[in-house]
């Protein structure tokens, strides 16, 4: 099976390409065979379904992309499947089997007669009690819930415990370093980590504040959700609030009777209640978001809400509303050799079974947001004769792949975090292994992460650094470069990330 590549800075990193290789992680699981599961979406939330015109062309949205032809081969049918379900966990649910008035053998087993699955444009006020999510819930269930239910163990993931050496001011993030060599056509993908799904460092304050502002200036072009994607942008919205409450519990705080999120570290409180749980993550999360629901008329997913204010080179008002085969059309060899992966990757993948990967770039300075036109694209057609090495840095997108548990949409988030390249000094065999990345990876690989524009800087440091590591000792002369054993990070770099937080 052909993997794409790893990058971050071309026309559709982040969002695309970890998309088009996710299934990795879990395709070696064997699912559960195609039994019917269903369900429908939580309470309504009036917001602007309408979108907004962006500066990429947008091909025509296909609400049906399982009625698309892959030359004269008819496209596989998943109308009839769907991931593996986590109703079981509803008899541990002290009240709730009385409440529907079931039994707790009901409530963990599939029913006999099968409800229909709720339509893919319907919210839940306009959805029958006995449909069903593509996880096998139904809406009366999922009501019954109420609001801000055990996810855990409806997900499987738990909770992280609480960081209380937790300092924001001098927090940094983890030092990801995802360079491998040989460097080819792949992705390092791995579990994910529960206690690290949202990671909260110093630039926080500053992040959401940009964010805002990108909000204010490009509209739709950054947030929006289509409609019947209320419950999920819900639940994901309450799933980031439980967790942000249990890891970091003495700088946030939930009251549910209330509806009232308490944000300590910008003293602001965000009603639940009258506010779109897209705006709640925007006012208090500085994390990407992109939710793929599933159309039950065929099986396919499709990009239908989301928060997207850290993408290079494409924007999410150019990409929402379409399915996952026309957001990948541009790629080379996508319909032929990826297609039906991805599709049945997305049609099947358990919900406990969450991924994770980081992909990289060098930029100047720290561009977050850089839709088509954007003035920071013209640093990438040349090379600055006065470019300093302190203006180089490593952005690297520390992305995730999860699906929900009640509504079964998957959603998709990522964070751009930026170093200085100027820090691989300190990094035992960094310097090196970049270097060789850049000297001798396939050049069209090298072309697509779009590096040129600051090699002319970066190689002669990465040089003297990797020099310098040799004569204090800290790598062997006759080191043969490779993939870190550590990787995405390297030999001692949790006692250097401790150490600039001041532990």
Request: overall charge neutral; glycine content about 6%; proline content about 8%.
């Amino acid at each position: 099976m052909l993997l794409l590549l790893d990058s971050t800075t071309k026309m559709e990193s982040n969002f695309l390409f970890f998309l088009v290789v996710a299934f990795i992680g879990t395709s070696i699981v064997l699912l559960l065979p195609n039994q019917r599961r269903r369900y429908a979406f939580g309470k309504p939330i009036h917001f602007r379904h309408r979108r907004a015109t962006s500066g990429s062309k947008t091909p025509p949205r296909s609400l049906s992309p399982g009625k698309i032809r892959s030359g004269n081969v008819t496209d596989p049918d998943y109308s009839g499947v769907y991931p593996p379900s986590r109703r079981f966990v509803l008899a541990n649910i002290p009240g709730l089997a009385q409440n529907l008035d079931k039994t707790v053998e009901q409530l963990s087993n599939y029913p006999e007669k099968k409800g229909e699955d709720v339509p893919f444009l319907s919210e839940l006020q306009d959805a029958k009690k006995t449909m069903m999510t593509p996880c096998g819930f139904s809406v009366e269930e999922i009501k019954a819930l109420g609001d801000f239910p055990d996810y855990a163990s409806l997900s499987g993931i738990p909770l992280p415990g609480p960081y209380l050496n937790f300092d924001i001011s001098r927090a940094k993030p983890r030092p990801y370093r995802p360079f491998r060599w040989s460097y080819h056509q792949t992705m390092s993908i791995t579990k994910m980590e529960s206690e690290w799904w949202l990671e909260l460092e110093s630039t926080y304050k500053g992040r959401v504040m940009e964010r805002q502002e990108l909000f204010r200036r490009h509209g739709k072009g950054v947030l929006d959700a289509l409609p019947g994607s209320q419950f999920a942008c819900k639940e994901l919205m309450e799933m980031v609030l439980q967790f942000l409450c249990a890891r970091y519990p003495q700088h946030f705080r939930l009251n549910t009777e209330a509806m009232i999120f308490h944000n300590d570290l910008l003293g602001t409180k965000s009603n639940l209640k009258a506010m779109h749980p897209l705006h709640v993550l925007l006012n208090n999360i500085p994390e990407d978001f992109a939710i793929m629901i599933r159309d039950p008329d065929n099986g396919y997913y499709s990009f239908r809400a989301g928060i997207i204010c850290s993408a290079l080179g494409w924007n999410l008002g150019s990409k929402i509303g379409m399915s996952l085969r026309e957001i990948h059309s541009p790629i080379p060899d996508y319909k032929e050799k990826m297609q039906f992966s991805m599709d049945r990757y997305f049609a099947k993948k358990p919900t406990h079974k969450a991924i994770q990967r980081g992909s990289w770039g060098l930029e100047v300075d720290q561009p977050l947001y850089m839709p088509p036109g954007d003035p920071h694209e013209k640093h990438r057609d040349m090379q600055m004769n006065d470019l300093d090495i302190s203006r180089c840095h490593l952005r690297v997108d520390w992305q995730t792949l999860r699906r929900m548990p009640l509504s079964g949409a998957v959603v998709f988030n990522f964070k751009a975090l930026f170093t200085p390249v100027e820090s691989f000094r300190e990094e035992p065999f960094v310097p090196a292994l970049v270097l060789k990345v850049l000297n001798e990876s396939k050049r069209s690989l090298m072309e697509y992460k779009n590096t040129w524009h600051v090699e002319h800087v970066v190689k002669p440091a990465l040089e003297e650094y990797a020099k310098e590591q040799v004569e204090k000792g800290l790598v062997p002369e006759d080191w043969e470069v490779q993939t870190l054993d550590e990787s995405p990070w390297f030999p001692g770099w949790e006692e250097k990330w401790k150490r600039e937080q001041g532990f």
